[in-house]
């Protein structure tokens, strides 16, 4: 099974902050990655998919990148409405979300 | 517009099955598949299974003794049943199509106690 290992796990930043996290596959999963903004008590919202594929309606600060085992969501200025956990998913080999970084404001 | 939402008895007692609904709007089941995943009660997201669009299922190994996955595309309706629960079981159980896993309902919690 692939995991899916992201960092990291608490990231404190202020608003207008460039962000960036992390995810690193155990194998390649072919840019078979997405990223997900969760919110408490909501369900998944999709941000990226496929690496680098911004999901319809979601602002363009969020941008995706990687290849191989290493992918990163960039927010290019952080705004309050971001502070979520995140969670990475591999969907190249069956599927695999990574255990989550949760974003908080400084 | 694409929605999912699924609905479930709430509270199961140990050893018992649970059945849960994925009623589905905007897309038809013969088209997209529809993959089941859960979360523990502040943990992680982990996926169940998923049945594609012509039929044919898969499942996650570590569940796939216990778990059965159907549909009803007359409904728009996908089923989940899985047996022999558990206290661990508890979780909130959510449903997603499977194209880029893009739309996700809002979820069901399913609490497993006596």
């Known amino acids: 099974d692939i995991q899916m290992t992201q960092s990291p796990s608490v990231l404190s930043a202020s608003v207008g902050d460039r962000v960036t996290l992390n995810c690193k596959a155990s194998?390649?999963?072919?840019?078979?990655l997405n990223w997900y903004q969760q919110k408490l008590g909501e369900a998944p919202k999709l941000l990226i998919y496929?690496?680098?594929n911004l999901q319809t309606g979601i602002p363009s600060r969020f941008s995706g990148s990687g290849s191989g085992t290493d992918y990163t969501l960039t927010i290019s200025s952080l705004q309050p409405e971001d502070v979520a956990t995140y969670f990475c998913?591999?969907?190249?080999?069956?599927?695999?979300f990574g255990a989550g970084t949760k974003l908080e404001l400084k | 517009q694409v929605q999912l939402k699924e609905s479930g008895p709430g509270l199961v007692k140990p050893s018992l099955t649970l059945s849960l609904t994925c009623t589905v709007s905007?897309?038809?089941?013969?088209?997209?598949?529809v993959i089941w995943v859960r979360q523990p009660p502040g943990k992680g997201l982990e996926w169940m299974g998923v049945i594609w669009g012509n039929g044919n299922t898969n499942y996650n190994s570590a569940l796939k003794s216990r778990l059965s996955i159907s549909r009803d595309t007359s409904k728009s309706q996908v089923f989940l049943k899985m047996n022999n629960l558990q206290t661990e079981d508890t979780a909130m159980y959510f449903c997603?199509?499977?194209?880029?896993?893009?739309?996700w309902g809002p979820g069901t919690m399913v609490t497993v106690s006596s």
């Open positions: 496929n690496t680098n």
């Open positions: 905007g897309f038809s089941l013969s088209s997209y598949g």
């Open positions: 997603a199509r499977s194209r880029y896993f893009d739309f």
């Open positions: 194998q390649n999963i072919n840019k078979y």
């Open positions: 998913f591999q969907h190249n080999s069956w599927y695999t």
